[in-house]
């Protein structure tokens, strides 16, 4: 595909390469050798039955262990014996500090000093080392080039690296074997952009609906201008703590320009509200960002019909807000 001229990043900026189907499809393979598919459940939301697909199912709770495995598995020795350094609020940290276990890799993650203490505390616990910045107040991107530069490390980016994205594709091609079919759309909660951009490569005749929270709709504003559009200093809280980076990337918005159905944001008591429906209709424990795509369902801002999938994304919840969550219905 064609990216738009303001999408194309600066040649010292630019992705080793592109991201593309043929890449989804190895990640599927990669990812299918150590994992087993996450299920796919029948659910109805306003008269219609549609798919979830359960990605808080996987071992470190989040469909972020699939990028997390593709791009550590496909580094050479080299790169391995370097260490890698990520920037996560905490579902790309535990995932790239399980596959960086796994794989004998040592791992650093800059993460937030607010994030959920159960996200920063099975970081480590995984074996990773976690750096904290400060959110709002540090760029954490800045800070993780520091460590980049300190430690000689290799990045790897929450979203904007081809491997990462073509991994979290592999969700889609699961999702195809297990309807039979392609999907007629698939909703997915949307940060940067890795998920929404691997499943359009993955299942390219389905809709892709990113579903972003309000006042961080990036993705879709940048989508909509053509060119990247950063959060301001006043952007609002949010329940919806994995969803929150301060802009997508070139390489997500190439690929998602004349993919995706972008602009469906969707407020904190949505969220909330899609949270106690997991768990009342599916036993499904949901954190409020991986609950966002099936909040928009559950809102009617996103039409769906029988081959309909909505992305459950993760499940890392700090049970005590669950539980008020829970009260709150």
Aim: hydrophobic letters at 45%.
């Amino acid at each position: 595909m064609t990216a738009p001229a303001p999408f194309s990043p600066a040649p010292n900026r630019a992705p080793a390469r592109a991201p593309g189907r043929p890449g989804v499809l190895r990640a599927a393979e990669a990812v299918a050798a150590i994992l087993p598919p996450t299920p796919l459940l029948p659910v109805e939301v306003g008269g219609t039955r549609i798919w979830a697909k359960a990605e808080m199912l996987q071992p470190v709770g989040a469909f972020k262990i699939r990028g997390a495995w593709h791009r550590l598995s496909a580094m050479d020795e080299a790169e391995r014996a370097r260490g890698v350094v990520a920037v996560s609020s905490g579902n790309h940290a535990q995932g790239i500090a399980w596959a960086a276990r796994r794989l004998g890799i040592a791992a650093t993650i800059v993460m937030p000093r607010d994030a959920p203490a159960v996200k920063l505390e099975a970081t480590r616990a995984l074996g990773a080392e976690v750096v904290l910045y400060e959110r709002p107040g540090e760029d954490r991107d800045e800070v993780a080039a520091r460590e980049v530069e300190r430690r000689g490390a290799v990045l790897v980016h929450a979203f904007a690296d081809p491997w990462v994205i073509e991994g979290q594709g592999s969700a889609g091609i699961e999702i195809a074997a297990q309807l039979g079919r392609t999907p007629s759309r698939i909703v997915a909660p949307c940060g940067g952009g890795g998920l929404s951009a691997g499943l359009a490569l993955a299942c390219p005749e389905a809709r892709i609906h990113p579903v972003e929270p309000e006042g961080w709709d990036m993705v879709g504003r940048s989508l909509e201008a053509g060119a990247i559009v950063r959060a301001g200093d006043d952007a609002p809280k949010t329940i919806c703590d994995a969803l929150q980076p301060t802009a997508s990337a070139p390489v997500n918005l190439a690929v998602l320009h004349d993919r995706s159905e972008p602009g469906v944001t969707v407020s904190d008591e949505e969220v909330r509200a899609a949270q106690r429906f997991a768990f009342a209709r599916l036993r499904l424990v949901v954190e409020p960002g991986g609950a966002a795509a099936l909040a928009a369902v559950m809102a009617g801002k996103v039409p769906v019909d029988d081959h309909s999938v909505v992305m459950l994304t993760g499940g890392n919840c700090d049970p005590q807000r669950f539980a008020e969550t829970l009260a709150g219905g």
